[in-house]
């Protein structure tokens, strides 16, 4: 069965850090390309981190420099590194496969950027 939990969100201050976990099923892990998904308040679901299956990323512009996704084979988890933390990364942030067409989504980890 698909399964993806999301982990590590809390509340922090602009500046801040945080790492969040992904423990996704065997079957999606092994394989699919793996990404991390973020939705804030009335806007729609977004790409922000990518990794191939052979540990290739890629990031969207708002998060280079700043983020970092990585995967361990051997526990089928991906995570995200996240540093410098802004007030605009406020969201839910989502793993799923990359493209996510047809996979089901889990319940997010809610991220919050606030002084």
């Known amino acids: 069965q698909v399964q993806l939990v999301e982990s590590g969100g809390g509340l922090v201050q602009p500046g801040g850090s945080l790492r969040l976990s992904c423990a996704a099923s065997?079957?999606?892990?092994?394989?699919?390309?793996m990404g991390w998904y973020r939705q804030a308040p009335g806007e729609q679901r977004e790409l922000v981190a990518a990794?191939?299956?052979?540990?290739?990323?890629r990031y969207a512009d708002s998060v280079k420099g700043r983020f970092t996704i990585s995967r361990d084979n051997a526990k089928n988890m991906v995570y995200l590194q996240m540093s410098s933390l802004k007030p605009e990364d406020t969201a839910v942030y989502y793993c799923n496969q990359d493209p996510p067409y047809g996979s089901p989504w889990g319940q997010g980890t809610q991220v919050t950027v606030s002084s």
């Open positions: 990794i191939t299956t052979g540990g290739r990323t």
């Open positions: 065997r079957m999606i892990f092994r394989f699919n390309d």
